[in-house]
């Protein structure tokens, strides 16, 4: 898993409240279980003018110009503005695989689901709650400002706004040691390979007939 420290990125503003994993990516994309290709139907419903089957060359499909992420001045986006209760529905965690596929590294919103918001940091993105005022200040901004960026700093915990206001948020210590090391589940427990290889070959040793 990529190591998050401190992201300088451009947001794109998702101005909708509710989103749920099956408008991330909707189910007929659910087939792989490689973490990977989801980004091109990432929100596949809003993002196309027609409806996404698995195989389709998506360079060939008609764009939705209303939808955000198809605008110019949004193109390259790292951070992802949201409203309340983002990424609700189904556990799907294709849903976060979808968001990191496509470009992004963060989230900010003023509420997440449960499922998604513990998902998103066992895949290496980083759910940023603020309060509704300091969200709606963003969305504000970065409706009038093209190339709205944001700083995010995950070691201080803090989100710097381009006009200097910085603003300070919470995140759970356990999760940002292992955001800010690059430790995914299996990262985790490889940290300990040299003792799980002496407790195999000590068991071996000492019950080998289960290994006959």
């Not at 110009?65 to 198809?70: D, K, S």
């Not at 200040?137 to 201080?156: C, E, M």
């Not at 690059?182 to 080998?208: C, M, N, W």
Request: glycine share 8%; aromatic share 12%.
């Amino acid at each position: 898993m990529e190591k998050f420290s401190v992201l300088d990125g451009l947001v794109a503003p998702m101005d909708r409240a509710n989103v749920d994993t099956d408008a991330i990516i909707p189910k007929q994309f659910l087939k792989s279980i490689k973490r990977s290709g989801f980004g091109p139907n990432l929100f596949d419903e809003w993002r196309y003018m027609d409806h996404g089957e698995p195989g389709m060359d998506n360079a060939k499909r008609p764009l939705n110009p209303n939808f955000v992420l198809n605008q110019q001045r949004f193109q390259g986006a790292r951070i992802l503005l949201t409203r309340d209760n983002f990424g609700c529905g189904s556990s799907r965690e294709h849903a976060p695989w979808a968001i990191e596929d496509y470009g992004f590294r963060a989230l900010i919103g003023t509420s997440f689901a449960d499922i998604f918001f513990n998902n998103c940091f066992k895949n290496g993105l980083l759910p940023i709650k603020l309060l509704a005022a300091e969200v709606d200040a963003l969305f504000d901004q970065v409706n009038v400002t093209p190339g709205y960026k944001l700083r995010i700093d995950l070691d201080a915990q803090t989100v710097t706004r381009p006009d200097g206001k910085v603003i300070p948020f919470d995140v759970d210590p356990f999760r940002k040691y292992c955001l800010l090391n690059g430790f995914d589940d299996i990262g985790l427990t490889l940290r300990h390979a040299d003792k799980i290889r002496e407790f195999e070959a000590r068991r071996q040793a000492e019950q080998p007939w289960l290994f006959t």
